[in-house]
């Protein structure tokens, strides 16, 4: 099978394949790699009978195997979602060439110009379940990007993921590219080797549970993108909108529970406890379970409200219909609360003060802060970044949803005339250092 | 000592409250931070016979240790380097606050708008050797970022670096600012026990012997920003002009042969070797001993050549007045020599011809790549960016030099009117996606 190489190849020797392949086809001109996207979208209009059909037997297996809903769900590739992913692919070949765009540009002296480029980010792991979706939403912007990507899907999904790296990989020879640019990986050992190859592997990017991003970074030295948990907070100010609130506090917890950009604590100024009895309706209405600490349960028993257990239920990703409810003092006191129990992803406050509300937007550390509007907007696609490969909640590199950008560095090139660095300094030349864009 | 806390403090306790200490500076405003930079300025100024009789204390106890003369040079505050200093840092405070800058603004619909913004990276700590003006050099620059750091110093500049982390911290007190963001760390095991603390620390910057680095990185999870080794190349094409060749060449090599950007391996296009022998004389009388393959060997006997050990001299950091001279067949050799033994630091090409010197730009991988200049260029301070955090081998994050840019991330601010997520999509309301700026 050519679409996996970790039978037949050691898994070093497939990353340092990657790493070769990766130079050459990062430095070719960004028309090659647009040609890849386009044969990759024809490819997968050719093959979606093929495509289907593994899908399909993934299915049986699955449910031979007595898999969950859920995850067959997100297993399955309908029609639909094949042509979403074409109509993704080609998106991505209209956009410009994110490689080698110049950022800045700064003569050094006359004639000797210093400006800095972007450039492929290298070698990029991916460990995803379940959704064989991923192989080519990754894919194909590891494509535009100029990477090269080793992906390693589920066992569940072996067989759709093995023909859609087939045509990742014919894409690039198609385009003139190297093939092992792209790369599938089977099985959980070749993971563990590859996490210990911090020289031939630039970035890490676990798309999956908590546990397994958690597990993953436990691993390895080589940085890793994402998030193993989003603990979202939302605050209540004394001068929330109550309408406003009970609107954004129903879509923040109820809209898709099991999102990491849901909501998990809610927090509520005291003064505005007495306007909280018609949120907690709303919330009971849509099925969620609160818990409530001692100060805010009075209001909310009619919603169904149980005490909320303390401190265990602070900074608790529930994932499902459950809501926390705490009372706070004031703003500083909701700030305080979500620097000890957050997790960095995002964090909201309704309030009809704008200076409470810009003291909370410059003190929360997080990646997303928000204003009057729902923790459920933190998303590459919302926020017009195309498509996303995933949130992150480090600092470094990449912070909050991460499209192409996340997966680019950049270099310094430096355009001369014979300087040497002798030439400048007490008695020699000066550097001008002026900003030419 | 207040100026050193790991004796009376834990070294948890003392990580956790410089994550405080970090979010109440980071989110005061730019005139607290600048008001800082000036009070520390005036301190060094001030107490500027007391810190030098600290360092003096060290150069005598250096001296009675027999430490060795390089070492006690670089350990060494004069009133001249101390002015540099107290120049430096009012710099700093002169430049714009670069903390809350919006890097892009988009209207995701009329009334919710998102923008970007950077945000100081969080707890630094930064390991350094014997050089005490790493303290204010980096000390400023955090304070310029709001960032919050952890110094540990070498044992051998103990009194000076204590004196002038207290001068930090009462910078900050004077300023308003919590003196908790800086703190000062003595003692490896504190050092071993700070690199655990990853959910506490956002980034290490080890300054110092790539030994030091090698040995940090693999200590920690948490992100390194640096380099083990910097193996520099440069490649004289057919076309390279001779007489810019032994300019720059001997700069390259000769400049600062200990520094990371000094040239370690010579690639010469075997045409070019007829050209070789004037440069082989102008480095032998810079004092450089060379180590030439068999090719390039008959053209540099005159130069006292010996032949090079085959390929234990190539990707070698000699960090001395050596230098490794290997014959290649052509650009793409060149290129493909620097990608199997470089480090990924800083790589030259001298040629006339503008496509090979195009070629070289975009195929070679590392963090500064340059044509027809010394590598000894790749320096925070001759590209214009101020002060030095360090240079980043690094894809991640920041490469090549890194200034005051490479201690910001950014956060995601979102400011609505009451949006809800689910108020869009099929049937509801579409984003505009507008960018504003």
Redesign the interface.
Known sequence: MTSDRSDTMGVRPMAEAARHAQ?RF??MEGRARTAALHRLAALLREREGDILAANAQDLAEAARDGLDEGLRQRLTLSPRKLHALIDGVLQLAADDDPV?RTLST?E?EPG?I?SRVT?P??VLLIVFESRPDAVIQIGSLALRTGNAVLLKGGREALHSNRILVGCLREALTDAGAPADAVAGIEGRAAVAELLGLDTLI??VIPRGSGEMVRSI??QT?I?VLGHAEGVCHLFLDREA?P??AA??V???KC?YPAACNALETLLVHRDFLPRLPPIGAALRARGVALRADAESLPYLEGAGAIPALEPDDWGREFGDLTLAVRTVEDVHAAVAHI?AYGSGHTEAI?TQNPEV?DLF???V??????????T????GY???LGAEVGISTG???A???VGAEGLL????????????????GPGGRS?T?RAIR
């Open positions: 130079r990062g430095a080698g700064t050094l000797l210093l450039s980010l290298g630039d970035l970074q436990a030295r940085p909108d309408a406003m609107h954004v129903v879509d923040a809209d620097h309704l509300g937007l410059s003190a550390d997080a990646a997303s802060v928000f204003l009057n509007a729902s459920r907007f933190a998303d919302r926020y017009g600092r470094i590199h912070r909050g949803p560095t950049t270099r310094w090139l430096l355009r001369g005339s014979g300087q040497a660095a002798s030439d400048f550097f250092h």
